[in-house]
């Protein structure tokens, strides 16, 4: 495991238990026409208020402000922007000036040590990053690839552009992400499995489990106040809120 800063890994901490979801998105959208991207004070009362977290944009940015409550230099990183394959990080920096990868819309467990000069920089193939997968990573000017490694022996790749965005490029992004609904809910978590950490995830009236064993695929379920009862029980969202949006996405099933 590449060593981490305790003062950024606190503050990556405190986002342990924050699935990546759509509904919240729909969940606007249903109250204002065209949906917003809201602020983090917004985020904050929601969350106390109904348990609810946010898609990458809501994510990274609630993120942001946590690094700069906490007095660490962060900024935002992403690509295709504005439009459907828009994803958003952040970089975190050390009192060295190296760079972390903090990833919450893709539920990473931990952030990872980019830069040369750090343990194991580059090197082979890494546990503790990713739910159920080992991962390399290797960087090519401004740019990250990283492989990921399934135990079935899938290999898939991401890349990510390394270079900042200002803010106001950032925000302008996170509105148009906001007012783009698909008809498909989603939700992403990290669940803890035997003695370690799985990716549980609900997308389009399905769910399954990605652990190091493999992907197991859960039974299908007829009713939402069946998915409501799932839902809350990992992400422990009130059913209220789970009830009114799921309610809402099966009529555009």
Request: proline fraction near 5%; charged fraction near 25%; charge should be negative.
């Amino acid at each position: 495991m590449l060593h981490v800063p305790n003062y950024i890994q606190a503050v990556w901490g405190k986002f342990d238990d924050f699935p990546m979801e759509t509904l919240t998105k729909f969940w606007i959208h249903l109250q204002e026409e065209d949906g917003r991207q809201r602020e983090v004070t917004e985020m904050r009362e929601h969350r106390e208020q109904f348990g609810i977290t946010g898609n990458c944009f809501d994510l990274s940015l609630w993120l942001l402000d946590e690094f700069k409550r906490a007095g660490i230099s962060a900024y935002p990183i992403g690509h295709h922007l504005e439009s459907e394959h828009a994803h958003i990080a952040v970089i975190a920096l050390d009192s060295e000036g190296k760079r972390y990868f903090c990833d919450l819309g893709d539920q990473w467990l931990r952030p990872l040590p980019i830069d040369a000069g750090q343990e194991n920089y580059g090197g082979g193939r890494l546990k503790g990053y990713f739910p159920a997968a080992e991962i390399q990573f290797e960087k090519h000017g401004e740019q990250l690839e990283v492989q990921y490694y399934r135990p079935n022996g899938k290999a898939s790749r991401q890349i990510f552009e390394l270079t900042p965005i200002l803010m106001r490029d950032c925000l302008k992004a996170a509105e148009h992400s906001q007012k783009t609904v698909k008809p498909h809910p989603l939700l992403e978590c990290r669940i803890p499995y035997k003695s370690g950490v799985a990716h549980w995830e609900f997308y389009n009236w399905e769910s399954f489990l990605s652990t190091e064993e493999g992907l197991i695929k859960e039974p299908a379920l007829k009713y939402v106040d069946q998915w409501v009862e799932i839902l809350h029980f990992h992400t422990r969202y009130n059913k209220q809120f789970l009830e009114v949006v799921l309610k809402e996405y099966e009529k555009l099933a």
